[in-house]
Nanobody, 114 residues
């Protein structure tokens, strides 16, 4: 059974930081491109960041320089380090695995507010 389990969401103040984690199981983690999407209330789900099987990283423009995605295949884990958070970053964040099939986590809420 494939699982992607996110953690690390919560409440942060503007300018603060959070680190999201996603642990995968039930598939060969190293063979999958890993990524993060987010969905704000009333908006579409948008891609945020991705890391390839070769560890190359990719970011949407709005988070470049603030967010960092990384992976550890030995731990079957992908992280999203989020710094300089803004209220516009408030959303449910979803971990994804893309490969032979696509998998999604259940999401973790991130709220940025003073």
């Amino acid at each position: 059974q494939v699982q992607l389990v996110e953690s690390g969401g919560g409440l942060a103040q503007p300018g603060g930081s959070l680190r999201l984690s996603c642990v995968g199981s039930g598939f060969t983690f190293s063979e999958y491109r890993m990524g993060w999407y987010r969905q704000a209330p009333g908006k579409a789900r948008d891609w945020v960041a991705g890391v390839g099987t070769d560890d190359r990283t990719y970011y949407t423009d709005s988070v470049k320089g603030r967010f960092t995605i990384s992976r550890d295949n030995a731990k079957s884990t992908v992280w999203l380090q989020m710094n300089s958070l803004e209220p516009e970053d408030t959303a449910v964040y979803y971990c994804t695995a893309a490969g032979m099939r696509d998998y999604w986590g259940q999401g973790t809420q991130v709220t940025v507010s003073s």
